[in-house]
């Protein structure tokens, strides 16, 4: 093996603190301490061991930290005195992880645990350090255990000590008092503790990621489901990846699977696949297969069994497959514990965690997750009901319910049909009602006819033959009637589809006189003949009906619109429901017609006459259309009110796609009040659930998911917006070239409040590339200036340069624009001298801001005759760079004063070190040609500021606090060489003007610049 220098390992100590988590930093790790010892350096090997000890801590592996620690602790014992005051301290801390893996290895006997556990204590004791950590270490070594007594008593005597620098975070101690009081049953308890936590008020390197975890099942048990949601939505985004945070993933795997979100359970852990075997921390093992396991039993319980799941070890397993083998090593491992402690506390536990049930049917997350296969045993699904249909007391009732919801066309009518054919396929076929049997099969072919079925005309026609044999001519020519427009739908001929259609208004008037359904079954044949009509008439007509569809033209719906305005007319006393659906069919005409205020009250009769009629869930599609029509015209009270009638008519509707049309509606419309972003979320969030439920997951679930995200946002809830945005990504980027560049703009936002500006650099790069093609440049020009914001942020500076004489370039292509090109200007300028501070990088970041005046000089003088907003805004713009020169002369003399301090030690160090001090003046003469003039850039500063603040002043009071900022600078500037009085007063100046019109200056601002005064008259 080659052996490293002492000048690698240093470098490598220095990588490796930077490395991610996991094997491969361990690994490195590991060499290095080994390298470290076998050159002999002590100090070396001491750091490296440390390193190492960090290195394990955060990873799968953080019980192999024993050895080293032992080993440092066998250092610091042969010579204290080698370890400064934070080596020691460091030290110290560290025995506290020591203390939890000792606890967590069931191959280290209970007595050496123990014992581990008392030096703990004597050591702290000499230290001089507070109790308070043993006695928590105490207590979970207890638990374990099953000593509840021991453990009540080291809990209390826990918060009884005294706080000091060896204890724990406030974030890491509440997370294990509130973990404590779910072991005792108390969820309520331990949510109260850990809300400072999960509030954000108490955080650190792993808070509130493993809290907003151990949350999940709490918050469902008390039935704090909005929280539930937000805190799996929030919490993943943290531990996502993280190997020190399994435990934490297996807490949100079992989440899922006692939510009804197997499948979102499913996706996390196969993000984590690579995990999911023997870890070298065992109790972590267990931890997180834990909750894999609740998964995979309930995903097996769902017939989901046979289904592929992650390998093992690269070996390919079925769900139950993986079950049994996660089931067979984990008790194992809980087995050992129990070996170890005398107890069967850790597998009971784990047998109890494993069995859980779901605490909810279905808790919607918000977030996309791909939809669980149908299992080949499964029966189909009826479509999910938005309110359960009640149980039927017989089958007698339950056929006559079934045929009244039938004439009602009420929403609950097929999921009674499903049921009565269900049981009636059960009796035996002697003892089968054959109107009963009709009327199913009668359910049975409509069913087919509406999704197109190759057989549903033949059996339409052998209900109609049924339907007569058994003289229920009624129902024979609504049969008849079905037949002629599932002819229609399938794309007939329209010869045969009239013949049809003729047959079956024949059958109807000859109905007789005395049959109560006559006059409805007549109706519903002419409203049928015109629905079909309107679509034949084009089909037939070809290019001549194309050519109508032109401008000004009727759309060849004038003869359609006054057919159907007659059947209103004669309908709405007697039938005023298919009066109904008549004036629904009009007003989208007219929508059509692009005449929407002909449309409105078209609308608001049909939904009324549908509710007048007790059909309310008839009025839904015509109160959704009305209240989309509403937005568009800027009436958004009234379309909310529309919106909220429709929600609260689709009660009965069981339709999963109407469900989710009409939540999305108000959740779009509320989204436009600025106080109602909570309520906009909860519809938008339901809506997500039912487009799902629908199978529309990339259309109508995506756009849902969007304004979920977006009325997240607005209530500062940024990594829940990001979190359900970016799962419904790829969906939204589907639908067009607009809605891309946007939602990437708004991803990029999000991502940038949540101080992550790499990731939102790249979203405004991508909408960027997307607006490339885009004929105005404008929008390309703000994304890549917004990117090079983000890249600037991150530090990428080449990268933030390139963006930024990017968007400059787009800007002046398409002209009109100087604000935005200053403002490039004045940004590159503040990036040329980053990182190198010679004299070129300085003169460029003048010539910059030089060219920014020169931009809005130009522009000024263009606008100079119209005097205005915008000549306004470039005057403030010449003013803020005027006084952005200053600041960047006054970086230059500052940088030069400290490099010149740093150059003075150097050389004092050289000297006492006997270094040759012809070679230190050389050195310093070197750069001699670069040294500013400091006095002078000094002076301009002054000068420039003095000049900003002149014309702050001219623009009037709303520029106050900018002309403040400037006098501020000037004056601070004067007492810095040597002028303080001239400074004060400068200041005293504006102070006393300020004070003679004090009514209409802010209070805060009187404030800050008397505060200024007087601190600048004290330093003088």
């Known amino acids: 093996m080659t052996t490293l220098t002492r000048e690698e390992i240093e470098q490598g100590l220095a990588e490796n603190s930077s490395s991610p988590n996991g094997t491969a930093r361990n690994a490195h790790a590991e060499v290095l301490a080994g390298a470290a010892e076998a050159i002999g350096d002590g100090a070396l090997f001491r750091r490296t061991l440390d390193n190492l000890i960090n290195a394990y801590l955060w990873s799968a592996e953080s019980s192999k930290m024993l050895v080293p620690f032992a080993r440092l602790l066998q250092e610091y014992d042969k010579d204290p005195g080698a370890f400064s005051r934070w080596d020691a301290h460091s030290l110290f801390w560290q025995f506290k992880w020591v203390a939890t893996a000792i606890g967590d290895s069931p191959e280290i006997p209970l007595e050496s645990a123990t014992g581990w556990l008392d030096e703990m204590e004597r050591r702290y004791r000499i230290a001089g350090y507070s109790e308070r950590p043993v006695r928590e270490a105490e207590l979970w070594l207890a638990d374990a255990i099953g000593d509840d007594d021991r453990a009540e008593r080291a809990f209390r005597a826990w918060l009884a000590a005294d706080r000091d620098d060896m204890s724990d975070c406030h974030a890491c101690e509440l997370n294990g008092q509130g973990a404590y009081a779910v072991l005792r049953g108390d969820d309520v308890q331990a949510l109260d503790v850990w809300q400072p936590v999960l509030a954000g008020n108490r955080t650190c390197a792993e808070e509130p990621h493993r809290v907003l975890a151990a949350s999940l099942l709490p918050l469902l048990r008390v039935g704090r489901l909005d929280e539930a949601r937000s805190h799996h939505v929030r919490g993943y985004r943290m531990a996502r990846g993280n190997e020190s945070l399994l435990p934490s993933v297996g807490k949100h795997i079992e989440f899922c699977a006692l939510s009804g979100n197997e499948s979102r359970g499913l996706e996390i852990l196969a993000e984590h696949a690579a995990h999911v075997g023997p870890l070298v921390n065992v109790d972590d093992q267990m931890a997180f297969h834990g909750g894999i396991l609740v998964l995979l039993r309930r995903l097996t319980e769902l017939g989901h069994g046979h289904s592929p799941a992650v390998p093992y070890e690269g070996v390919p397993h079925s ?54 296969p149908q299992p080949p045993t499964a029966a189909p699904a009826s479509p999910a009901a938005a309110a359960p249909v009640p149980p039927a007391a017989g089958f007698d009732e339950l056929v006559e319910r079934a045929r009244q919801a ?18 009636a396929d059960a009796c035996p076929e002697s003892a089968a009602d054959p109107l009963v049997m009709a009327d199913v099969a009668d359910h049975r072919a409509l069913a087919a006819a509406r999704a197109g079925a190759d057989d549903a005309a033949a059996l339409l026609e052998a209900v109609r033959d049924r339907y007569r044999e058994l003289g229920q001519d009624e129902r024979a020519a609504l049969a008849q009637l079905r037949l002629a427009s599932a002819a229609a739908q399938s794309g007939a001929e329209p010869r045969r589809i009239r013949e049809l259609l003729a047959v079956a208004v024949d059958a109807a008037e000859a109905l007789a006189p005395e049959e109560p359904l006559r006059p409805r079954r007549i109706a519903l044949a002419e409203l049928t003949a015109i629905r079909v009509e309107s679509y034949l008439r084009p089909l037939e007509a070809g290019a001549e009906h194309d050519h109508e569809h032109g401008p000004g033209g009727d759309h060849g719906h004038g003869e359609l619109a006054a057919e159907l305005a007659a059947f209103a007319a004669a309908h709405r006393e007697a039938l005023p429901d298919l009066a109904a659906e008549a004036e629904e069919m009009l007003g989208r005409i007219a929508l059509s017609q692009g005449d929407p205020e002909r449309a409105l ?63 999305l509606t108000l959740a779009d419309i ?95 790069l991508l909408a960027a ?150 070679d ?31 014309l702050y002043a001219e623009l009037g009071p709303d520029h106050l606090g900018d002309r403040l900022q400037c006098v501020q600078y000037a004056a601070w500037t004067e007492q810095e060489i040597g002028r303080g009085e001239a400074g004060i007063a400068r200041l005293s100046a504006l102070v006393d003007e300020l004070l003679a019109v004090s009514e209409g200056v802010p209070g805060d601002l009187l404030e800050r610049a008397q505060s200024s005064l007087d601190s600048l008259k004290r330093s003088s």
């Open 406 to 423: 039938r004439e009602q066309r009420h929403p609950a009518a097929d999921a009674l049909w499903d049921e009565v054919g269900v049981r």
């Open 920 to 950: 230190a003046r050389d050195s310093r003469r070197t750069g001699a040609h670069d040294e500013p003039d400091t006095a002078a850039l000094r002076l301009e500063e002054i000068e420039l500021t003095e000049r900003a603040a002149a």
């Open 601 to 663: 009250p078209l609308l608001a009769s049909s939904a009324g006459r549908s509710v007048s009629a007790g059909l309310p869930w008839q009025a839904v599609d015509a109160l959704v259309l009305r209240a989309g029509v509403l937005v568009s015209l800027g009436r958004p009270e009234e379309a909310e009110a529309d919106a909220r009638s429709a929600l609260e008519h689709s009660a009965e509707v069981v339709d999963a796609e109407t469900q989710g049309v009409v939540r």
């Open 670 to 764: 509320l989204l436009r009040r600025a106080d109602a972003a909570a309520e906009a979320a909860d519809h938008a969030l339901t809506a997500a659930h039912w487009f799902d439920q629908a199978g529309l997951t990339s259309d109508g679930g995506a756009q849902a998911r969007l304004v979920l995200a977006r009325a997240y946002a607005r209530e500062n809830r940024h990594a829940d917006a990001v979190e359900v945005l970016q799962s419904t990504l790829p969906d939204l980027l589907e639908h067009g070239e607009g809605q891309t560049v946007s939602v990437r703009e708004f991803l990029g936002d999000l991502l940038r409040q949540l101080n992550d500006p790499r990731a939102a650099a790249e979203q405004y």
């Open 769 to 918: 590339e997307v607006a490339k093609g885009w004929e105005d440049p404008r929008p390309q020009a703000v994304f890549a200036q917004a990117a090079a914001e983000q890249l600037s942020a991150a530090r990428l500076v080449p990268e933030a340069v390139a963006a930024y004489e990017r968007s400059l370039e787009l800007y002046r292509e398409a002209g009109g624009a100087p604000v935005a090109e200053v403002r490039i200007l004045r940004s590159l300028a503040w990036m040329a001298p980053r990182g190198d501070t010679g004299a070129g990088a300085w003169a460029r970041a003048r010539d910059l801001m030089d060219q920014a005046v020169g931009v809005l000089e130009a522009a000024s003088a263009e606008h100079a005759q119209s005097p205005g907003e915008q000549a306004a805004e470039l005057r403030a713009e010449l003013a803020q760079t005027w006084l952005q020169l200053a600041q960047v002369l006054d970086w230059r003399v500052t940088s030069h004063e400290e490099a010149q301090d740093a150059e003075d030690e150097d050389a004092d160090r050289g000297d006492e070190e006997g270094g040759d001090e012809e």
């Open 319 to 372: 769900v139950s497959e993986l079950y049994e083998v996660l089931r067979a090593g984990s008790l194992d491992i809980a087995r050992r514990f129990d070996a170890r402690n005398g107890t069967t506390r850790v597998s009971d536990r784990f047998l109890a965690r494993i069995a859980r049930e779901p605490l909810v049917g279905v808790l919607p997350l918000g977030v996309r997750s791909t939809a669980l």
